[in-house]
């Protein structure tokens, strides 16, 4: 037997695992907010998402494989943004119906695009309103893409919604003042969305939202949580507003209409002016309402000059940026509005037009123009002036004497004066496009205009001498002047001429009338500023007779017009029913095609009970065109029908209940408007408004008429013309 072997043998052993501490795998942070992943990046859209999905298995207990509510509505974000770009990958691979080896034919509809194709499409309908209905033609190079008519296009469906609600539709137009810091800051940041905004009105600060306009901010600016706003140095503050504002317009590429009505602020709009200018190209339409633009120049200089350095080196900044600008900076602009306000904040002593007319330099193409300078309320006693004196009114002679705009058609000046007639009549001579012009300028001589002058003037209002000075003017065609607003007739009246309306140098109302009647056959509406005798009407009504809306505003001088200053002092007053309503039937009867009277009152005032409970009677005025002096049968049951509209038909019992309950004055009335009614329907056949008896309330006089169909005939065997029903109703006018 072997003996035993010393040596032991030795067993391979597994080598023991390394007691290391197991890792934990590193938790992945998602953001679960929706607005983070924008619909125009795709690829970050599928990162997140696989980043989202190789989270779940990792997760303990209960929670693996599940997602949360946040988690569930961000995937299905993710998957939407995903889903156009898959869905053309797909329809790529499957083959066509027709032609089994021919691939499918791609799809081009608008919600097919990928999400920055639809975006860049919405980005060219400008008006909120298009973006529901509009017909969009888009064109792809020289291929034509898609031709779709959109019917609500954000509410078409949901991915629509999404594209057109949260980035065009709410940032169309944007309506704040201009301490919402927080607005500037989010469009800074937002460049994409700051390039979506079309309008943008800065309100005043003073301004309510019930007064005025209300204010209109993206919803996602609102929800934002900022410490913009305050700051530690309130001196800063309005240059600190100022300098976010200009920011953020940079960002406004796409920007067509801006207002400007901040008044109670010192910011002005001139420092806003030169940013506007070179970063808003599309810039078409624009509204100053703010006493700093009509300031003296050299006033504001020295103001700002006293202030700190860093506005001095805004200002240098301001002056080198204006001479970089190019001369025709603004080529699209073609509607500017200047207006004063009557608030004593920012108003000068001596105010000019020399900010205007540097703002207006670079506006090219202009075609509609307005310039309004409002007086502010006196300081003393706390009440508006009651007129504004020749001094207080900006001198316009270098403003029309060196601005031109070849393509002008519409001008309103207001409240201006001029030391010479040399400047406005070389402007309205120049301007031969023009086709609207309201003129309230003093001027001390008479326009001297050359020879075929504003041959498109289709309205004008202005004095009766820069009226006569158009008329009197030769052309080689007739001009189509249809509309005269805003001179006084003075009459008989001599003392009138030596007024502040009608100096020595007016003309009298006899040349006047003899150049009116020359183009009175074109003439279709007038609007007087004032008249002394009924005489001044029948002359002005012999020289228009195709007149079709007449208004001879408020008499002047005489007890007449002291009865009408005492009844306009107080607001929502009955004013007084002419007394010689047959003249003026007589009047207007030398105008067959007259549709609109106003200026006088013909209707006594009615209560609203009394309207109501005399509209159940149906009856009404019966009128028969006869060629005698004879002409209305008068019914004494007729009544109008209130603005609610006509009454049901009611039995002749509960007519005469109804009736007996008005009063002896209210039935008098009621009997003799209707009479009024008949002598207006039966001497203007063509009339149908005239005044209410409440001045301010928005509401007019309507005659209407009801024909009746008969059988009778004359002594030739024509058909006589048949009766008529007259009767009145009174309406709202539409603002």
């Known amino acids: 037997m072997a003996p035993h072997s010393s040596r032991s043998t030795v067993l391979p052993t597994k080598p023991s695992p390394l007691r290391t501490r197991q890792r934990k795998p590193v938790s992945q942070t998602i953001n679960t907010n929706v607005s983070v992943y924008p619909r125009t990046e795709p690829i970050k859209a599928l990162n997140v998402l696989l980043k989202l999905l190789t989270s779940l298995p990792s997760r303990i207990g209960g929670c693996q494989y599940k997602l949360t509510q946040p988690e569930h509505a961000l995937s299905l974000h993710l998957i939407g943004i995903l889903d156009p770009f898959v869905y053309h990958g797909v329809r790529a691979l499957v083959p066509n119906p027709v032609s089994a ?75 704040c003042k201009v301490s919402s810091i927080s607005v500037w ?102 509204e100053i309402c703010d006493n700093l633009v009509f300031a003296p120049v050299k006033q504001q200089d020295e103001g700002e000059s006293d202030g700190e350095s860093d506005s001095e080196a805004e200002d240098a900044n301001e002056k080198r940026l204006m001479t970089s600008i190019p001369a025709s900076a603004l080529p699209g602009m073609n509607t500017v509005i200047f207006r004063s306000t009557p608030h004593t904040y920012g108003s000068a002593k001596n105010p000019e037009l020399g900010r205007l007319s540097a703002m ?11 310039v309004i300078y409002i007086a502010p309320r006196s300081n003393v006693s706390g009440t508006p002036t009651q007129g504004i004196t020749p001094r207080t009114r900006p001198l316009a002679d270098e403003f029309l004497m060196y601005g031109r705009w070849e393509n002008l058609t519409t001008l309103y000046l207001s409240n201006l004066r001029c030391v010479s007639p040399e400047a406005p009549s070389s402007f309205l001579s120049a301007h031969r496009s023009l086709e609207v012009l309201h003129m309230d300028v003093n001027v001390h001589a008479a326009l001297v205009l050359t020879d075929g002058a504003l041959p498109r003037l289709r309205e004008i209002k202005a004095s009766r001498d820069v009226v006569n000075a158009i008329l009197v003017c030769p052309s080689e065609e007739k001009r189509p002047l249809e509309v005269i607003k805003g001179f006084k007739l003075s009459g008989s009246n001599s003392a009138c001429q030596n007024g502040p309306s009608g100096s020595s140098r007016s003309i009298p109302d006899t040349t006047f009338l003899s150049n009116l009647r020359q183009c009175g056959s074109g003439i279709r509406r007038i609007e007087l500023g004032g008249w002394h005798d009924m005489e001044d009407i029948r002359k002005l009504v012999g020289c228009v007779p195709n007149l079709q809306y007449l208004d001879v505003g408020r008499r002047l001088g005489g007890a007449a017009a002291h009865q009408h200053q005492n009844a306009t002092s107080t607001a929502n007053k009955a004013q007084g029913v002419a007394t010689n309503m047959v003249e003026w039937a007589e009047v207007m009867s030398a105008m067959p095609e007259l549709t609109a009277m106003h200026g006088v009152r013909f209707f006594y005032e009615v209560s609203a009970a009394a309207m109501g409970t005399a509209a159940l009677a149906t009856a009404s005025t019966t009128i028969c065109p006869t060629t005698d002096s004879s002409f209305s049968s008068f019914n004494p049951a007729s009544s109008p029908t209130p603005i609610s509209g006509p009454a049901k038909p009611q039995t002749q019992a509960q007519a005469q209940a109804h009736a007996h309950t ?30 209410y008896w409440e001045e301010g309330s928005g509401k007019v006089i309507v005659l209407l008429r009801d024909r009746e169909h008969v059988h009778a005939h004359d002594e030739g065997g024509k058909e006589r013309e048949g009766k008529f029903k007259a009767r009145w109703e009174v309406r709202r006018v539409r603002a």
């Open 360 to 370: 207006l330099h670079q506006c090219i193409n202009l075609k509609h123009l307005e």
């Open 101 to 175: 080896g021919a691939p499918h034919a791609p799809s081009f509809g608008l919600v097919d695009q990928p999400t920055e194709i639809i975006d860049a499409i919405l980005f060219h309908v400008d008006s909120r309103k298009d973006l529901f209905i509009s017909k969009l033609t888009i064109y792809f190079g020289k291929k034509l893409i898609v031709k779709l008519l959109m019917l609500n296009i954000g509410l078409g469906c949901k991915r629509l919604y999404d594209v057109v609600f949260p980035r065009h539709f709410e940032y169309r137009v944007i309506r």
């Open 662 to 691: 008005l009063s002896m004055m209210e039935r008098s009335r009621m009997r003799k408007n209707d009479e009024i009614a008949g002598v207006l329907a039966w001497k203007c056949p063509k009339l149908r408004r005239v005044d």
């Open 185 to 286: 800051n989010h469009l800074v940041h937002h460049r994409s969305l700051a390039r979506n905004v079309r309008r943008l009105e800065i309100l005043d600060e003073r301004a309510s939202s019930r007064n005025g306009s209300p204010v209109c901010i993206p919803r996602g600016i609102l929800q934002g949580d900022t410490d913009l706003e305050s700051t530690d140095d309130e001196l800063s503050m309005h240059a600190k507003q100022e300098r976010f504002l200009a920011a953020a317009l940079v960002r406004m590429t796409g920007l067509k209409e801006f207002k400007w009505s901040c008044n109670h602020s010192p910011i002005s709009i001139a420092h806003i002016w030169p940013t506007l200018m070179m970063r808003a190209v599309n810039l078409n339409s624009m």
